[in-house]
């Protein structure tokens, strides 16, 4: 069983900076690859920005101010949220795909969520 915990959200001004840390515990060989995704009120789920192996990708909406990275030693995920604006506010979902062992398939898992919210 895998499960993936996301931490770091809560209430900054616009501007501000928040870090978001998404922590992977269970059975886990290796973490193919892991993204961030948000979904405001009323509106859909959206890809904020992944990484894989080296190469990471980003939405327009954020790119320059965010940054993706992880810790493969402690199976952990972090996104650098810099220059923050009221349209960043939306629950952040961390969302991986992780190999339990070297010969099973892969698995998408994701996170709870964590509130980020941007007040003006």
């Known amino acids: 069983q895998v499960q993936l915990v996301e931490s770091g959200g809560g209430l900054v001004q616009a501007g501000g900076s928040l870090r978001l840390s998404c922590a992977a515990s269970?059975?886990?060989?290796?973490?193919?690859?892991m993204g961030w995704y948000r979904q405001a009120p009323g509106k859909q789920r959206e890809l904020v920005a992944k990484?894989?192996?080296?190469?990471?990708t980003y939405a327009g909406s954020v790119k320059g101010r965010f940054t993706i990275s992880r810790d493969n030693a402690k199976n952990t995920g972090y996104l650098q949220m810099n220059s923050l604006k009221p349209e960043d506010t939306a629950v952040y979902y961390c969302?991986?795909?992780?190999?339990?062992?070297?010969?099973?398939?892969?698995?998408?898992?994701w996170g709870q969520g964590t509130q980020v919210t941007v007040s003006s």
């Open positions: 990484i894989a192996a080296s190469t990471t």
């Open positions: 969302n991986a795909e992780i190999r339990s062992d070297k010969y099973s398939y892969a698995g998408r898992y």
């Open positions: 269970g059975s886990i060989f290796s973490i193919d690859d």
